[in-house]
């Protein structure tokens, strides 16, 4: 974007981030929204709790001598006007009381603002190893000479070797406490901005949804090419850079091992004492798992405006049928009107009419194409013993039970696998308990399938001569979550 003076002089009376800068109120907006929105990681409030929330902070300045006359939600619908536009009110889809969000723009406003505290220590190395890293990243991944990326290849394996014997040796390379401060302070950086890109991406699929619907509301044409451009919108969306950037992050946190990973990795680094000095915030322990709120919120966002898009097209659906309807009564009257006096002339001609004759005694007969073998046995009856033991040794799945093994793993945990749960709570049925969760899985609680991961899952069975052996089944990591 080009910062010439007639852009910056638009951006200043329209962007809703420079209204917050100049307003009168701006400390009081943006500390506010800051410790109730950003800092928890909330992405939507209800009106009374987000009211209550104000009317205690605005009591606690009046105190101190600050004078705000109006009451809480005056200043929350005056926030979120079209005018300011630094915070969503909308309705959820059941529910009669508002709702608040924090718009991207407020959220850009706001971070700024945490710039401009002074730092005591402004680490550069960790920032110039990771352009230097993407770019290089950048360089080997555009590179179609398999030479090239073979002679790279074994760069950083000769690379590699040689670290391993330099600590074989003894020579162990460690960080600095310098070192770990600068890197520390880029992944926060970084982690923030994630959780603030998930908002702009919710705002950007929420206005895609807006254009559809008014080009919905002026459509003049077809139907079908109406429905045609709407869905290769929609695809366009989820293949863009944006769109498959987003999957690729959803695919990589939604993987146990990484969650885990991540969760190891943050447990030894908060654990270090020059990390601990800089004292981070508390949440920090736990960041990957905002990151994956804040991802299904955007994925709930997405699908609610797929059901109201749908129900809209609907709607639309059952008023252009009502117009035809009305069309064809309109013909009906004015034929019955024309009944008593008909025009005068020739009104409508219709070609003769000539009758296809086809005789049933015609048609062959159906031959059949193999001629069958009748055995001449005699029939005798006779009373065999049957065992009818087998009939009563059936095996009852109770899926109450099963339930209740999966309520019980997410109360510690926001998400389990399949897998995961069978080595918790071993089959003891074999594959009808199995089929009896992934039945579970697609009726009764929210589940995600990993197509690219397979999982394995292992119980003991009898075999039939009464021997005990080892069963197993192959299936895609299916992801129970709360």
């Given at each position: 974007?080009?910062?010439?003076?007639?852009?910056?002089?638009?951006?200043?009376?329209?962007?809703?981030?420079?209204?917050?800068?100049?307003?009168?109120?701006?400390?009081?907006?943006?500390g506010?929204?800051?410790?109730?929105?950003?800092?928890?990681?909330?992405?939507?409030?209800?009106?009374?709790?987000?009211?209550?929330?104000?009317?205690?902070?605005?009591?606690?300045?009046?105190?101190?001598?600050?004078?705000?006359?109006?009451?809480?939600?005056?200043?929350l619908?005056?926030?979120?006007?079209?005018?300011?536009?630094?915070?969503r009110?909308?309705?959820?889809?059941?529910?009669?009381?508002?709702?608040?969000?924090?718009t991207?723009?407020?959220?850009?406003?706001i971070?700024?603002?945490?710039?401009?505290?002074?730092?005591?220590?402004?680490?550069?190395?960790?920032?110039?190893l990771?352009?230097?890293?993407?770019?290089?990243q950048?360089s080997?991944?555009?590179?179609?000479?398999?030479?090239?990326?073979?002679?790279?290849?074994?760069?950083r394996?000769?690379?590699?070797?040689?670290?391993?014997?330099?600590?074989?040796s003894g020579?162990?390379?460690l960080?600095?406490?310098t070192?770990?401060?600068?890197?520390?302070?880029?992944?926060?950086?970084?982690?923030?901005?994630?959780?603030a890109d998930?908002?702009?991406?919710?705002?950007?699929?929420?206005?895609?949804?807006?254009?559809?619907?008014?080009?919905?509301?002026?459509?003049?044409?077809?139907?079908?090419?109406l429905?045609?451009?709407?869905?290769?919108?929609?695809?366009?969306?989820?293949?863009?850079?944006?769109?498959?950037?987003?999957?690729?992050f959803?695919?990589?946190?939604?993987?146990?091992?990484?969650?885990?990973?991540?969760?190891?990795?943050?447990?030894?680094?908060?654990?270090?004492?020059?990390?601990?000095?800089?004292?981070p915030?508390?949440?920090?322990r736990?960041?990957?798992y905002?990151?994956?709120?804040?991802?299904?919120?955007?994925?709930?966002?997405?699908?609610?405006?797929?059901?109201?898009?749908?129900?809209?097209?609907?709607?639309?659906a059952?008023l252009?049928?009502r117009?035809?309807?009305?069309?064809?009564?309109?013909?009906?009257?004015?034929a019955?009107?024309?009944?008593?006096?008909?025009?005068?002339?020739?009104?409508?001609?219709?070609a003769?009419?000539?009758?296809?004759?086809?005789?049933?005694?015609?048609?062959?007969?159906?031959t059949?194409?193999?001629?069958?073998?009748?055995?001449?046995?005699?029939?005798?009856?006779?009373?065999?013993?049957?065992?009818?033991?087998?009939?009563?040794?059936?095996?009852?799945i109770?899926?109450?039970?099963?339930?209740r093994?999966?309520?019980?793993?997410?109360?510690?945990?926001?998400?389990?696998?399949?897998?995961?749960?069978?080595?918790?709570?071993?089959?003891?049925?074999?594959?009808?308990e199995?089929?009896?969760?992934?039945?579970?899985?697609?009726?009764?609680?929210?589940?995600?399938?990993?197509?690219?991961?397979?999982?394995?899952?292992?119980?003991?069975?009898?075999?039939?001569?009464?021997?005990?052996?080892?069963?197993?089944?192959?299936?895609?990591?299916?992801?129970?979550?709360?």
């Amino acid at each position: 974007m080009s910062l010439d003076y007639t852009t910056l002089d638009l951006l200043r009376q329209n962007h809703p981030a420079w209204r917050l800068l100049r307003s009168d109120h701006a400390p009081l907006v943006a500390g506010f929204l800051h410790r109730v929105f950003i800092t928890p990681n909330v992405r939507v409030m209800a009106q009374s709790d987000l009211a209550e929330a104000l009317e205690d902070e605005l009591f606690a300045l009046r105190q101190r001598g600050d004078v705000f006359p109006k009451p809480a939600l005056e200043y929350l619908n005056d926030w979120a006007a079209t005018e300011r536009g630094w915070l969503r009110k909308f309705y959820r889809q059941g529910s009669d009381e508002a709702h608040f969000d924090l718009t991207p723009p407020t959220e850009k406003a706001i971070a700024w603002l945490a710039t401009l505290a002074e730092r005591s220590f402004v680490g550069t190395e960790s920032r110039l190893l990771t352009l230097f890293e993407l770019l290089k990243q950048m360089s080997e991944g555009s590179e179609s000479d398999p030479q090239t990326r073979i002679a790279e290849l074994r760069k950083r394996r000769d690379e590699i070797d040689s670290e391993i014997a330099r600590v074989l040796s003894g020579d162990i390379p460690l960080l600095d406490d310098t070192a770990l401060k600068d890197r520390f302070q880029q992944f926060m950086a970084m982690a923030r901005e994630l959780l603030a890109d998930f908002r702009e991406v919710e705002h950007n699929f929420r206005g895609l949804d807006r254009r559809v619907r008014e080009r919905i509301a002026l459509w003049e044409g077809a139907k079908g090419a109406l429905l045609e451009e709407i869905m290769g919108e929609r695809d366009a969306i989820a293949d863009s850079d944006q769109g498959r950037s987003f999957r690729a992050f959803w695919d990589f946190l939604m993987s146990s091992s990484r969650q885990d990973e991540l969760s190891t990795l943050l447990e030894r680094v908060l654990a270090l004492p020059a990390v601990a000095e800089l004292k981070p915030d508390a949440r920090t322990r736990r960041v990957h798992y905002d990151w994956l709120e804040a991802g299904e919120h955007t994925q709930r966002t997405v699908a609610q405006l797929s059901q109201q898009l749908r129900r809209f097209l609907d709607d639309q659906a059952w008023l252009e049928n009502r117009r035809i309807m009305d069309i064809l009564h309109g013909i009906e009257a004015k034929a019955l009107a024309l009944r008593g006096t008909p025009p005068p002339g020739e009104v409508m001609t219709i070609a003769e009419c000539a009758a296809g004759i086809e005789l049933p005694m015609e048609r062959p007969l159906h031959t059949p194409t193999l001629k069958p073998v009748i055995t001449d046995v005699a029939l005798e009856s006779g009373d065999a013993d049957v065992d009818a033991s087998v009939l009563y040794a059936q095996i009852v799945i109770d899926s109450a039970e099963l339930a209740r093994n999966i309520r019980h793993a997410l109360q510690e945990r926001s998400h389990i696998t399949l897998s995961e749960l069978c080595e918790a709570q071993p089959l003891q049925h074999g594959l009808a308990e199995l089929v009896a969760y992934l039945q579970l899985a697609g009726d009764t609680f929210k589940a995600v399938v990993d197509e690219e991961t397979t999982d394995v899952i292992v119980w003991r069975g009898v075999s039939a001569d009464g021997a005990e052996q080892t069963k197993q089944a192959r299936l895609p990591r299916v992801i129970f979550v709360r």
